[in-house]
């Protein structure tokens, strides 16, 4: 069954909510938990070890209310029936998109053109735990009998951004083994990694799911005549081994295929790292963190199909979001973890997000006459609150954010930790009550301030508060709560994409960037520049006369 095809502002809920943002547009917050003191009971969500604060949002029960009926109108019970059940939801490719396949129990049946897909998922699953024992025990070895020391995760991309991100948040839970990450096409980054490494003690993870990515290719093949510099031809499969759907273009490549991990082509590349596109961090921090990462999204998926809507974390962020992108005219979001090791987790989450639902057609092939995908950016705190948060205070826009914390340090450190949360609450609580004209006024009293410095300061020294937050307090970064968390975002990247009616499974807009650079690199190797624009042939003449 293909998804509906409702265009959201033409449904009852929509048309309700934007009378209703008349009354809210200029609502205050601070007001808002005056009046009401039992506010946080009707606005906060707790699962497992997870706890969203939502009650410090420009809304009201009736907000939420409004926004729960458009989420029914718009058919989302049926929508994420069909994203389970292996429906064809990502219709312009004509595929399933069955992510969470990856993660489901052994026991389920989850059927794609007819057949359970549960067993082939679990037999990879074996082959990733077969081989990262042998890695890592040291059963296998490199060409001249040493063990591996280094691993290269050569992708780009989905083929990149996931394991990165996760062998980043779960460096706590390391072993031995240095991992590292080549993507950009740009000859110094592989250069620079191929500076650390000793091609006799190093493993190299070619991931590409289509095994036609330049930048991948490119990189791999470097690699390649590097270590073959030291090594024979035949050490190549020793040292070499790919995850990708396209075995034939691996083989090419020299990569026995015995060492190739299949995925499958109802798994987008930006969801992918919970099929053998994780082998990597799987290498990293062993494969039963690996599976622990995806039992933490396994649960977060049964967390999404089975909670109401109003209890439901993924769907009650994704409503939220809409109703400052779609109501308030928000352009852009932050995502700021507390904790250092989450440090790739905005760009990640950029690339799942804003390739997502980075759309203006909609899914009945109209242009779409609202907005749709949010602009996400962040950084850990409190590192940010040193650098762009005065924005956030202060400046004209308005940006709402998600915090999301920790409860337990992992390095049990607690005077760092005390710090650290007391800097993730005190942001939240200024953000919403700002500081008023009087709170300044005394404390230049306090301070003895003469009057007519005051006068001047006091209007820079003001802050309107209002700033909407999500507060997301889990116990601990743990490889099982980090797949909650991965899995939380995965869904509500979902539930906007149905809202929106459109399709967030594909990327044509990365496909043109793939075809527009083969052009101009002909033209480059050959030197005859031709047929484009005055600016581009300038810049490119420009270039070739002087490189
Ligand atoms: C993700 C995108 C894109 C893709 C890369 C790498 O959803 O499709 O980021 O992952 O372009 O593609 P390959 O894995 O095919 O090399």
């Keep these: 069954m293909a998804l509906n095809t409702l265009n959201p502002t033409e449904t009852v809920a929509w048309k309700k909510l934007q009378a209703h943002y008349q009354d809210m547009q200029n609502a205050s917050m601070p007001e808002m938990f005056q009046t009401d003191t039992s506010r946080i009971d009707k606005f906060n969500i707790k699962w497992n070890d997870f706890l969203i604060d939502y009650s410090k949002n420009i809304i009201n029960p009736e907000t939420m209310s409004l926004l729960l009926d458009l989420a029914n109108e718009m058919g989302l019970k049926a929508a994420i029936a069909e994203y389970f059940d292996g429906g064809i939801i990502n219709q312009t490719e004509n595929r399933a998109v069955l992510h969470t396949a990856l993660r489901a129990k052994e026991s389920s049946v989850v059927n794609v053109n007819g057949q359970n897909v549960i067993p082939e998922v679990y037999e990879v699953k074996n082959n990733i735990r077969k081989f990262t024992e042998e890695i890592t025990s040291g059963k ?84 390649k005549e590097w270590f073959l510099k030291s090594a024979t031809q035949e050490d190549v499969a020793k040292h070499f081994v790919a995850v990708s759907t396209n075995i034939q273009k691996v083989t090419e490549f020299g990569i026995n295929p015995e060492n190739v991990f299949p995925m499958w082509d109802w798994v987008g590349g930006r969801f992918s790292l919970w099929s053998a596109v994780g082998l990597t961090i799987s290498l990293a921090v062993g494969f039963d963190n690996f599976e622990e990462l995806l039992e933490g999204a396994s649960e977060m998926d049964t967390h999404f199909k089975t909670a109401d809507f109003d209890k439901n974390m993924p769907v009650v962020l994704a409503l939220l979001s809409i109703w400052y992108n779609n109501f308030f005219g928000a352009e852009s979001e932050a995502l700021i973890p507390y904790t250092q090791y989450l440090q790739k987790l905005a760009p990640y989450l950029q690339q799942g997000i804003m390739e997502s639902n980075g759309k203006s057609v909609g899914r009945d092939g109209k242009i779409v006459n609202y907005q749709t995908g949010t602009i996400i950016w962040g950084e850990p705190g409190t590192n940010s ?65 003469d009057a007519e410095k005051a006068k001047f300061l006091l209007p820079f020294k003001v802050f309107n508060g209002n700033k909407p937050t999500n507060t997301i307090l889990i116990d601990k970064l743990s490889a099982k709560s980090l797949g909650s968390l991965i899995a939380l975002y995965e869904h509500k990247i979902f539930v906007q994409g149905i809202i929106w009616n459109i399709f967030s499974y594909d990327q044509w807009g990365v496909e043109l960037g793939k075809q527009l650079a083969n052009t101009i690199l002909e033209e480059i190797n050959t030197k005859k520049v031709d047929n484009h624009d005055c600016s581009t042939e300038f810049l490119l003449n420009y270039f070739l006369k002087n490189n």
């Design 385 to 449: 609150q040193h650098a762009f948060f005065q924005l956030i205070h202060q400046g004209t826009k308005l940006i709402p954010s998600d915090f999301i914390g920790y409860i337990k340090p992992l390095h049990g450190n607690l005077d760092h930790h005390n710090k650290l949360m007391s800097n993730f609450f005190a942001q939240t609580e200024a953000l919403l009550h700002g500081k008023t004209k009087d709170q300044v006024q005394s404390e230049f009293d306090k301070q003895g301030l």
């Design 140 to 223: 296998r070895t490199g060409f001249t009998g040493k063990y591996f020391t280094d691993i290269v995760n050569i992708g780009i991309g989905g083929s990149d951004l996931g394991p990165a991100m996760a062998v980043e948040a779960l460096q706590y839970y390391k072993n031995h083994l240095n991992v590292h990450f080549v993507s950009n096409v740009d000859g110094d980054h592989v250069n620079e990694i191929i500076k650390k490494i000793n091609p006799e003690t190093t493993l190299f993870v070619v991931v590409s799911k289509t095994f036609t990515t330049q930048e991948t290719l490119t990189n791999s093949e470097t690699i």
